[in-house]
């Protein structure tokens, strides 16, 4: 990630993250919600009962800092950490309950783990990662396919080493972990655990927050339904398909599995009877953590089953209207139909299309004709003796709209809009009008960008020769979901 002034900017303004580092109460807040969501593993807790947790926590603070230290209630403190503007918990009601209930934001999880890492650690492993990353290495190296000998030759020397330390193990030759080696990698194992329950954290956020965008579309939505499904599943497609959602996917039929399921709870019971392990005294709800990862993405899922589900009642109460509809205009012609049957006006009431075919005759139809082809006689060509300079047709302007696009998505990861002007004030314009015009050609494929001809921006760059050259342009604002991923 590129961390120039404005992203970081950005990132100081808009991320709950770094609001929650800058708030007045920041310790009250960090030290709760780790110990109300992430030390027990916890998601969507009531609000009577967190209301209550913190009810607590207040009082033990206020019998030491005093009354005037906290001054507002459980209540009142929940609903304000839980405001937009903020960000740190999300307020909701889940379908099956009139309770509101609350759960930690990934970015409120975010600035608690960096928290958690200022600690200094008596002990620092390094040895595991390493292996890790030879590991890694490897594996991509292998899987890649670009030297099959390299492969075959590697794995043999795998087979080899297996088989020296089964004839080894056969001979009683016992191998194991010192007892810093198992510690170091026990530590790595359990750092890993509590990060892939973030991780789950996260994604289901994604999730939602597709879920909440669904929700708007339709509520706002005066089109045609196909033009609303194509976007909405345009969208879910676009994270079902992406790396994090591949990744989940995998991950979770990875799990599902009950053979793994089975060996993995078998590994962790192994490990938390190892002497060198009880001497750490691991928390005991690492010894189920794969319960856990299985909770929190069952709640993803859920997620997602919320959202096909929602896109099913639209479809569904489309269809009653359009059917109370076609009744309606059927009602109201049986009634103007009663009215007139005693007192008909005269003429016609109305005209109906006459009821005939149309008839196309086959030979009707004109007879192919081949277009004339243009005779170019180039034998008589002589070659000129005018002294012209060709450096011209080498010295092109070349704009890489990819490139562009790059810039508008690594904009809009940080906040919901960006105009064109601070692009180009975060991104001088290198090849002046020729990348402007650019720029107006991806804005004008974009159904999110949007032109506002009352407001114009002055653009300007440096050509060639040194002069500063400027453009007025209409204001040109890119929203999320757009420009960045047009073709």
Do not use: C
């Not at 992203?7 to 808009?14: A, K, P, S």
């Not at 972990?177 to 194992?189: I, Q, S, Y």
Request: no cysteine; hydrophobic share 40%.
């Amino acid at each position: 990630m590129d961390l120039d002034f404005n992203i970081v900017d950005g990132l100081r303004r808009n991320h709950p993250a770094w609001r929650l580092l800058l708030a007045e109460h920041a310790p009250l807040i960090v030290s709760f919600l780790n110990r109300a969501f992430i030390k027990p593993n916890a998601r969507g807790i009531e609000q009577s009962r967190l209301a209550s947790l913190l009810e607590d926590e207040l009082f033990r603070l206020r019998e030491t800092r005093g009354e005037e230290a906290f001054p507002r209630g459980a209540a009142d403190y929940l609903d304000d950490w839980a405001q937009d503007a903020k960000g740190w918990l999300r307020k909701y009601y889940p379908a099956d309950s009139d309770e509101a209930h609350y759960d930690m934001t990934p970015g409120a999880e975010k600035a608690i783990a960096w928290i958690a890492s200022l600690e200094s650690r008596s002990f620092v492993g390094t040895e595991s990662r390493l292996r890790i990353v030879f590991d890694l290495l490897r594996e991509l190296v292998e899987g890649s396919g670009q030297d099959p000998a390299a492969t075959i030759k590697e794995l043999k020397r795998q087979k080899a080493e297996l088989d020296r330390r089964i004839t080894r193990l056969k001979a009683g030759e016992a191998e194991s972990l010192d007892e810093t080696a198992a510690r170091e990698r026990f530590l790595h194992m359990a750092a890993t655990a509590r990060e892939i329950l973030a991780d789950f954290r996260e994604v289901e956020q994604n999730f939602r927050e597709l879920d909440r965008s669904t929700r708007e579309s339709i509520a706002a939505w005066e089109g045609s339904k196909g033009e609303l499904l194509e976007g909405i599943l345009g969208r879910r497609d676009l994270i079902a398909d992406s790396d994090q959602g591949r990744s989940f996917r995998a991950f979770w039929d990875f799990l599902m599995s009950a053979e793994r399921q089975e060996a993995l709870g078998a590994m962790l019971d192994t490990a938390f009877a190892l002497p060198a392990i009880r001497a750490l005294k691991p928390e005991e709800k690492l010894r189920r953590v794969h319960f856990d990862w299985m909770e929190a993405g069952e709640r993803t899922q859920r997620t997602v089953a919320l959202l096909s589900r929602q896109l099913r009642r639209f479809l569904d109460d489309q269809v009653w209207m359009e059917n109370r509809r076609i009744m309606e205009i059927i009602r109201s012609i049986e009634a103007k139909a009663l009215e007139l049957r005693d007192d008909p006006p005269a003429g016609a009431v109305t005209r109906l299309a006459s009821a005939s075919a149309e008839l196309g005759l086959p030979m009707e139809r004109p007879l192919f004709s081949p277009p004339a082809r243009p005779r170019v006689d180039s034998s008589a060509v002589e070659a000129g003796d005018e002294d012209i300079d060709a450096d011209a047709l080498f010295d092109q302007w070349v704009v890489d709209r990819e490139a562009l696009r790059e810039r508008i998505t690594r904009a809009l990861e940080e906040r919901d809009q960006v105009s064109l002007a601070a692009l180009a004030e975060a991104y001088p314009l290198e090849r002046g009008l020729s990348e402007l015009v650019a720029y107006l050609a991806i804005a004008s494929e974009d159904r999110d960008a949007a032109f506002s001809e009352s407001e114009r921006d002055l653009l300007d760059w440096v050509d060639l020769e040194g002069r500063r050259r400027g453009a007025l342009s209409p204001r040109v604002v890119f929203t999320k979901g757009g420009a960045a991923h047009a073709d």
